[in-house]
């Protein structure tokens, strides 16, 4: 197969990324700027900060990978040396309409100063779908590379969906949210806890939960009798806010209350690790449910993946690491070196529906550039592929 170097952007919700990687799995360049405090004090991210924010780094960001992938210093070098680069790869959608244009523009420019006065080919425009790039990404990394069918539980701020990952290009939504992300409900709650959230709502959430009861509070897990695969937190955090107003009122008007948190902070842990539990929970039937439907339609699943912000979660990971044990499936956890063969179970053997449950490192479970140039190099690829066989047209016998 030939190789290829492909340079990848993203700019479809709040995070500008960048990178350079080899079709060999090489990540020859990466930068990502982060927006969290830009939107912290607005409850989500506003779009007009975020196409500012990303068209005040772009070119930069641009610029830096492709010096240091192709090792050159001053500024513009890098078009003499970046005819090694085959393509532009970036995320056209879905996302902030507004923000994704930053991205598409940049990659034109980049593409242009390329072919300005070059003798090498110009390097291919290549569109990638965000959702696409996160189930990608795993097999790029790690001693395992999933093969398709396999599973993907996708949580962010921005998404909370099954996805069946049938081949490239052929994805199956098995479930999706009925309304809020888990990513959001996290951030919600923790606000309304009274957390400081400028460095995201769910790692503070999750820091103050190891302080509380997970039992404490008895939320009712969303959706406990539909028997499909979506998801849904509206009514989960109602609940939450209730018990977080009832809490407060105890107070009274003697104090002056500003937040649960300042006023009973083990009530306020209680409820933090009673939402997680419950939230973690619903994730988790959910994924088991999902698991269980591919037994019989799709017998090939192999992996399941967990990829998106909320996969930081370590009570996440442990419940998973849980599954994987009684399942008697492998685990490949964040730092990929461990593959931890968790087939020591005596009860798992013939239940077993998947043969690894793979979380992405950590940094490339969030939004990152090294997803979408792994994207586009998976593209050319098939391409290449396609371009050896034989063409459908040309079977055609008249
Ligand atoms: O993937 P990501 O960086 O961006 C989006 O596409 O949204 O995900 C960010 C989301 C936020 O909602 C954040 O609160 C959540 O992931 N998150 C967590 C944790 N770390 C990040 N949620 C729960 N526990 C965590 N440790
Ligand atoms: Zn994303």
Not at 80 to 91: F, G, I, N, P, Y
Not at 337 to 350: E, I, L, Q, R, Y
Not at 359 to 373: E, K, Q, S
Request: proline share 5%; net charge negative; with cysteine.
């Amino acid at each position: 197969a030939r190789s290829y170097v492909v340079l990848g952007i993203e700019t479809s919700c709040d995070d500008t990324a960048v990178a350079v990687v080899s079709s060999e799995g090489r990540i020859l360049a990466e930068a990502v700027v982060k927006q969290d405090r830009i939107h912290a004090h607005y409850g989500g991210v506003v779009p007009g900060l975020a196409r500012k924010a990303h068209e005040q780094v772009i070119d930069e960001l641009i610029e830096r990978v492709l010096c240091e992938a192709f090792a050159c210093s001053a500024d513009g070098v890098w078009i003499q040396s970046a005819h090694r680069l085959d393509a532009v790869a970036v995320t056209m959608g879905p996302g902030l309409e507004i923000c994704l244009r930053v991205g598409f523009h940049a990659a034109r420019r980049v593409l242009a100063r390329l072919t300005s006065g070059a003798t090498s080919p110009r390097p291919t425009f290549i569109s990638t779908h965000h959702l696409e790039s996160h189930c990608l990404v795993p097999r790029l990394f790690g001693l395992y590379r999933p093969a398709f069918p396999f599973l993907v539980l996708l949580v962010s701020g921005g998404h909370c969906m099954l996805l069946l990952a049938r081949e490239l290009g052929a994805y199956d939504v098995l479930g999706s949210t009925l309304d809020d992300s888990v990513g959001e409900a996290f951030d919600k709650i923790a606000r309304l806890l009274g957390l400081n959230v400028g460095g995201g709502g769910g790692p503070a959430l999750e820091q103050l939960a190891r302080e509380g009861s997970p039992f404490a509070f008895d939320f009712p897990i969303p959706l406990k009798k539909r028997p499909d695969c979506n998801f849904s937190f509206a009514g989960l955090k109602t609940a939450v806010r209730m018990a977080i107003e009832h809490e407060v009122k105890q107070y009274g008007a003697s104090i002056e209350v500003t937040n649960l948190l300042q006023v009973n902070r083990q009530a306020a842990a209680d409820i933090a690790a009673s939402f997680q539990r419950v939230s973690l929970e619903h994730l988790f039937e959910r994924t088991r449910r999902a698991l269980h439907w591919c037994r019989t339609h799709e017998p090939n699943v192999r992996s399941l993946i967990v990829s998106g912000g909320v996969a930081a979660n370590l009570e996440l990971r442990r419940r998973f690491g849980e599954l994987a044990y009684d399942l008697g499936w492998r685990l490949q956890d964040e730092d990929n070196n461990h593959f931890k063969n968790a087939t020591s179970n005596p009860d798992s053997g013939s239940d077993a529906l998947a043969d690894s449950i793979i979380f992405p490192p950590l940094r490339y479970c969030t939004d990152n550039g090294v997803m979408v140039a792994w994207a586009g190099i998976e593209r050319l690829q098939r391409l290449d592929d396609a371009a050896g066989e034989p063409q459908p047209d040309s079977l055609e016998v008249v």
